[in-house]
């Protein structure tokens, strides 16, 4: 081969390597590894060990390229993975990452509020000894992030921005909306903060307090929710003050008077702001058959035989249903 050939085939060579090379980078950033969920779960989890390696703008684009697949495997079941992924999100860099990525979004899924919800809350309310006040913060500005669209029809109850914020990462911790609801009204009956905004004392609560805890419980689950949130919110009873039991040491008479606010505020709800009669009708045939069949024999927060007459249109559907044989509890 004469020397000009020799030297054109060598650069020929050469540019097809650089080509080639080029075109298979290019095919690696094409592929979202959301794409391949069975075979990038292990690199995902490498890429997540390895996060020190990459530069900010790498970290920052890894997460965004596999932003699903982080969230879908947030609480993976394999223990020794879920450990390692978890703490991840105890990295100040990773997580900051992470939330940079969320402002950038314009919409979130259900799924996607939950689980960052649940992070966060779990990682909140974990013991004091094993957290970190940087973390805390990072943790409550990616739950208000994720929050943002619910947060807006909080704004007409003027809540300190700090309530607001856990109320709803509250509401959105867990898909099991027994446990939300469970969460959220032990926010509201031990909350100062809302004790001082509603003047809730030990004597009794005001209308003004009901009508505002009504309002606020609704906005948190809309009518067409209260078919599962009922059974929930009834079977969470507070227990008795007993000052010889430490653990209700916690139950003030401000937590008690919050709770009958709770009650009545439910009540309210369920005689003026369901208005579809029907709907409310089986709203309560379901809550009535539920703790029927079932046969719970679990104490409830009241009684719907005894509620007062005051209540007219929910009294009418609860006696209409008991001449139909449903005694609802």
Known sequence: MKESEYTMFENYWKEKIEYDTNKSNNMVEMISPSDLPLFNNSILFKNIEDRNSMTDVELRLFIENSFLSIINNIFNHNQNTYVKYVKAFEDPRFLNAFIDVLQNMKYFETDVIIKCNLLAYHYITSDERLKNKEITKLMIKMSSIVNHNNSIKLKKFNLPENLENILLLARYS???????????????????????????NEYEASDYSVNFLANLLFELYPSDQWIYVLPYFMVDVL???????????????????????????????????????????????????????????????????????????????????????????
Do not use: C, H
């Open 239 to 329: 227990p008795d003050y007993d000052e010889n039991n430490p653990q209700t040491m916690w139950i003030t008479p401000e937590v008690e008077s919050m709770n009958s606010a709770l009650n009545l505020a439910v009540l309210k709800i369920l005689d003026e702001k369901i208005d579809d009669s029907m709907m409310l009708e089986r709203l309560l045939y379901s809550y009535a058959e539920g703790y029927n069949i079932l046969n719970y024999r679990m104490p409830t927060r009241f009684s719907f035989q005894s509620i007062s007459f005051e209540y007219e249109r929910l009294s009418k559907v609860i006696y209409n249903l008991k001449d139909q044989g449903i005694y609802v509890p």
């Open 174 to 200: 867990d898909f099991n909306i027994s446990i939300s609801i469970k969460r959220v009204n032990l926010l509201m009956i031990t909350s100062p903060i809302l004790y001082d905004m509603l003047d809730i």
